[in-house]
């Protein structure tokens, strides 16, 4: 329907990595990067499903670009991290420890920058890497990785399905994740126009969420005594400036 909709050809290049298509994932994830080269989520997705088919310096290529792009992306530091670990393995001596050290130090600026990584699982890895492990380790850090990720799935979810069936859920603390998760992704992608009309609409709806206390304890207020003209005259001020809030979020709705 829409074939230059860069953003559902990144969602499906993930996906089928999830299904485990390698090829139909490179494929999307290719065409995203070729429609939007400056966006380094983009960058980052495909360099996973170039590192998911073995083409190491590719996928190396993929997350240095993503880090040109944005120099504090944790998830691109940890996947050039990992990229080196599968590089050592093929390698001996000197050349197989320098791609090692290179990989320790990318892996330990992704936990600095992400501090969400299982910690426990990340030891671990670190643990097997010391010993000799590679690829044990290499296998403990898809792990952390891919653990990470579904936690942020869950995330993304809760909040848009609840935002799609039950907008009376939306509480200000769900509202102030939305914005704390939209302004890191902003970080990441600051040429991404979506995400800033989102992070618009997050930013109204807070607005709207403490409008409508304010209307609340006012009309409290007046209910407990009505005589007082200023806490009336502050309901109906409050009231018609809540409506209009409520108009306009209902219009940004549509236009989204």
């Known amino acids: 329907i829409k074939s230059d909709y860069h953003e559902a050809f990144n969602y499906l290049g993930m996906t089928e990595l999830l299904l485990t298509n390698v090829d139909a994932s490179v494929a999307a994830a290719t065409i995203a990067v070729e429609q939007r080269p400056g966006f380094a989520d983009y960058r980052n997705a495909k360099g996973e499903a170039l590192l998911a088919r073995g083409d190491c310096e590719s996928a190396s290529s993929e997350f240095k670009e993503a880090l040109k792009l ?3 992306y944790g998830d691109a530091y940890f996947n ?14 000197p050349a197989g420890a320098s791609f090692m050290t290179k990989a320790v130090d990318c892996l330990k ?5 992400n501090s969400d990584y299982n910690a426990q699982d990340l030891d671990a890895a670190f643990h097997c890497l010391r010993a000799g492990d590679v690829m044990g380790g290499y296998e403990k ?4 990785r891919e653990g ?12 848009h399905m609840k935002f799609v069936l039950k907008p009376e859920w939306i509480s200000q603390r769900v509202v102030d994740e939305r914005i704390e998760f939209l302004e890191d992704e902003v970080c990441k992608n600051p040429s991404y126009v979506d995400l800033y009309s989102e992070l618009g609409r997050c930013y109204l709806e807070k607005s709207r969420i403490a409008w409508q206390k304010g209307v609340e304890n006012f009309r409290k207020a007046t209910e407990l005594n009505s005589s007082l003209e200023r806490n009336m005259n502050s309901l109906q001020d409050a009231e018609s400036e809540y409506a209009n809030i409520c108009s306009i979020l209902s219009r940004v709705a549509e236009k989204g």
Not at 141 to 144: A, D, E, K, Q, T
């Open 109 to 113: 600026k992704a936990s600095l920058i």
């Open 70 to 72: 944005n120099l504090y």
């Open 141 to 144: 850090l898809y792990s952390v």
């Open 148 to 159: 990470r990720k579904e936690k942020h799935r869950r995330e993304f979810a809760t909040f």
């Open 80 to 93: 050039l991290g990992m990229t080196f670990i599968r590089q050592s393995s093929q390698l001996e001596g």
